[in-house]
T-cell receptor, first 111, second 111 residues
């Protein structure tokens, strides 16, 4: 059973546009929700993370929105740039425990 | 502070041989996680270790796979008698508490 479901599988956005990736989780015990960015041939890099006690967290052009009652969270990339083209993974888990990853979203930003 | 280091970066083995993957966590991190990634898929948890202890190995196949994190030296993921289905990218992550920082991965190819 997929503990974290991610959509869309792929996303194409114009330069300067907003990229939105959505995730839903099953386990209400999860208390930590990170997003990772991965370029081909590289390891995932931690972008931003949120805990359920806040509804939104912003770091630069990246924002996580969190809806605890719906068990959903999303990543917004403002002013998307070609350099943002990568695969993005959401994840959920508990502190000091395994992370359950979504299947990834391949983002392409056209110049 | 150097990031998580993994070696080798690429490993080719013939069916039936042993594969040994190494992971050196970031300085000060006492928690190590191993994940496996198949093409076009997210990361799947394998095992979580602290120094000299296996905390959670629920994601690791019962046979042929083992992991350790000794008091001195890197964490080791060992795959005995490799089969073609073991071909994947293996990532380790280290953590001081909840944030997990990934290494560049070892890409294992089984011929």
């Amino acid at each position: 059973q997929q503990q974290v479901k991610q959509s869309p599988q792929s996303l194409i956005v114009q330069k300067g546009g907003i990229s939105i990736i959505n995730c839903a989780y099953e386990n209400t015990a999860f208390d930590y929700f990170p997003w990772y960015q991965q370029f081909p041939g590289k390891g995932p890099a931690l972008l931003i993370a949120i805990r359920p006690d806040v509804s939104e967290k912003k770091e630069g052009r990246f924002t996580i929105s969190f809806n605890k009652s719906a068990k959903q969270f999303s990543l917004h990339i403002m002013d998307s740039q070609p350099g943002d083209s990568a695969t993005y993974f959401c994840a959920g888990g508990s502190t000091l425990g395994r992370l359950y990853f979504g299947r990834g979203t391949q983002l392409t930003v056209w110049p | 502070n150097a990031g998580v280091m993994q070696n080798p970066r690429h490993l080719v083995r013939r069916r039936g041989q042993e594969a040994r993957l190494r992971c050196s966590p970031m300085k000060g991190h006492s928690h190590v996680y191993w994940y496996r990634q198949l093409p076009e898929e997210g990361l799947k948890f394998m095992v979580y270790l602290q120094k000299e202890n296996i905390i959670d190995e629920s994601g690791m196949p019962k046979e042929r796979f083992s992991a350790e994190f000794p008091k001195e030296g890197p964490s080791i993921l060992r795959i005995q008698q490799v089969v073609r289905g073991d071909s994947a990218a293996y990532f380790c992550a280290s953590s001081p508490s909840d944030e997990q920082f990934f290494g560049p991965g070892t890409r294992l190819t089984v011929l």
